[in-house]
Every structure is written in C-alpha cells, then in structure tokens.
C-alpha cells in the first residue's frame, strides 16, 4: 500500500477490498450481491476526479516544497528525470497518467543504456514529484509509478575498493605533486568522506590548533549533505591531515578549495571529472574518486571497527531505532580507530 501510516492503509485496504467484491459481483450478474458487496449502497461507479495540474506544474510544486537547502544539483536532477517522462510518454494531466505510461518510461530509459539503479533513481524522483502534487491539489488517485518492475534493466558495474597498496601508492604521488588536485585526493583517501562532501568545505569548517584535528560537516548554502546522517565531524590522520593543512595554508579566500567550489556553488561534478582523469592512471580498472569510501569501510572492518563508528565516519544512516538515540561516538573514540588504518600513525 506504499504508506507507514495505519490509518491509511486501512483505509486503502478498505478500498480495494470493496473494488475486490464490486468486481466480482459484476462477473456474478448479481444485482443485490453488488448492491450489499462492501456493506455498501448499489451506487453508479464514479469517475476518477479529473485535473488540470500538468506534470510540470507538479514539477513546480515539488521544488516549492523540496529544494530549500538542496542546491542546484537537487534541481537538475528532479527536472531531468521529469524531463524523461515527458519526452517519452508526453506531457499530461496527473490524472491522465497510467501504468502504461511508467512501463513506457522504463523501457525508454532501458533502450537509452541507463542501468537499473539509475532507472530507478529517475523513477524515484518521477513518483516523489507526482505524490507532492496530489497531495497539494487534493486529489484521490493512484501513483502509477510505483512499484515499476526493473528485473529486465541492466545491472551496473559494481564500484571495486582501491587495494591498500594503491591507496599508499596515490597518497605518495599526492606527497611528490602537492597541489590541490592532490590534496583533494588525499583528504578523501584517509577520511571516506564523499567528494562533495570534502570539496565544499570551508576553511572555518577545519579545525587544526585541536588536540585532535578534524573537519566539521554541516549544511552550506552552496553545498547540502545528503542525509541528515552526513552531519558530523571526521578526525585528520595521516595524509588526510597533511592534505588539510596544505589545503588551509595555500587557499586565498574562505573556502578549502576554490578552485571547487566559490558563493556559486560547489563543483563536485567537475571535481570528479579531474581528479578520475588522473587517479585512473594509478589504480586499477574500474575504481573511482568514490571508491575510497568503499575502501575506507574495508580497511575499518579490518580491524574490527564497530559498525556504529564505521556508519558515523562515513555519515551512513545507521539502521536500528535505538541507535538513533544519543550524540553518537566523540572524536577520542572515533580517532582512535581511523588512526588505527593510517599508513602514518
């Protein structure tokens, strides 16, 4: 019934049964079993309430809604994923879309060579946007792009860690390069963070005079985090704490670095493109800028980090009720363990 809520779901459960026995009252020819199907008076089938709202006036009251703090990257991603759904099943009412039309959309994006977890990210954003609009125009229709069947996609390549020796290996090339290319990759190698995540950063976001030096995460107008979990501080060890002291000593204005990101926005898309041109060179086929969080978990289950301070240090949403209780692990602690898989301890 894709809803949490009790009430709903009764009431949603309620509705299909009465639909169930209406359906089979018809096929029954049975006029009184129609009438009492549902406990309910014999009524003329009624229409589904008809709108005019567009799905780019849904997209309009989604970003309304949603987009405070997301940052340009958010926009970009609900108006193409939007933009899809009209060029390849047009452009309707909400009430005129069908399950046809989400079946047309996913064979469209499938023969387009999109894979499966990009499918249904797009498809994901596609029933957000309807769910919004119905909500605000107070309609009573089903969303049709739930619960769309992708077993037929293409699975994606699965993203590898970089092996221990590679990630020495690149944090010493970093070393011998020292630009801010290099520090950007060394901070991300020995930390885990995501690439926006470390390439927004502001200089008063790093703290380095501490008895342990850390950088804060937190929301900024031109960078967002991507959950609520991604807030959260993230000790400097080894490279990482060199590259952050580099970083801090050579940038010009208040952000780490700004060749990234400026009052504009943060260029994580960009930096990713310059820094896989150069890491690929290095590491083994098919590991990325991202791979070092892929890695970083590895290296912390290696010793047997607890899977709470792995979730916290790479700000993954923790799974459980009661470990959302509480202010989580302090920097002592957290430090001790992401200290215990530097190369420089």
């Not at 380095?208 to 031109?222: A, H, Q």
Request: with cysteine; proline share 3%.
């Amino acid at each position: 019934l894709k809803t949490k809520n009790l009430n709903r779901a009764n009431k949603l459960a309620r509705k299909l049964a009465d639909k169930l026995d209406d359906h089979w009252a018809t096929l029954r020819g049975d006029l009184f079993s129609l009438m009492v199907a549902g406990n309910q008076s014999y009524t003329v089938a009624q229409s589904v309430k008809k709108s005019s709202m567009t799905i780019q006036d849904a997209l309009f009251e989604y970003l309304r809604h949603k987009e405070h703090g997301k940052g340009d990257r958010f926009r970009r991603y609900a108006e193409r994923s939007v933009g899809y759904l009209v060029e390849f099943a047009g452009s309707k009412s909400l009430t005129d879309y069908s399950r046809a039309d989400a079946n047309t959309l996913r064979d469209a994006l499938i023969d387009r060579g999109l894979v499966a977890s990009s499918i249904k990210r797009n498809f994901e954003v596609v029933r957000s946007v309807f769910n919004v609009a119905v909500i605000e125009a107070g309609l009573e229709v089903p969303n049709p792009f739930s619960g769309a069947i992708l077993s037929s996609a293409r699975q994606g390549a699965q993203r590898s860690p970089i092996p221990i020796d590679d990630i020495r290996k690149v944090q010493q090339l970093c070393y011998q390069k020292d630009d801010d290319i290099r520090w950007l990759i060394a901070l991300l190698s020995d930390t885990g963070m995501r690439l926006a995540e470390a390439a927004g950063l502001a200089k008063e976001d790093v703290f380095l005079d501490t008895e342990i030096p850390y950088v804060r995460l937190c929301e900024r107008p031109w960078r967002p985090l991507k959950t609520r979990s991604s807030e959260r501080d993230v000790p400097l060890v080894g490279a990482a704490l060199w590259a952050a002291q580099r970083a801090y000593e050579s940038s010009p204005n208040e952000y780490l670095f700004p060749r990234y990101c400026s009052d504009d926005g943060c260029k994580a898309d960009y930096a990713s493109n310059s820094l896989n041109k150069w890491l690929r060179k290095h590491v083994p086929s098919g590991c990325v800028v991202h791979s070092f969080r892929h890695s970083m978990r590895d290296r912390l289950r290696a010793v047997e980090c607890p899977a709470e301070i792995i979730d916290q240090l790479g700000g993954w949403t923790t799974a459980g009720v009661g470990r959302q209780y509480g202010l989580g692990y302090g920097l002592v602690a957290v430090q001790r363990w992401i200290s215990s898989v530097s190369f420089e301890t």
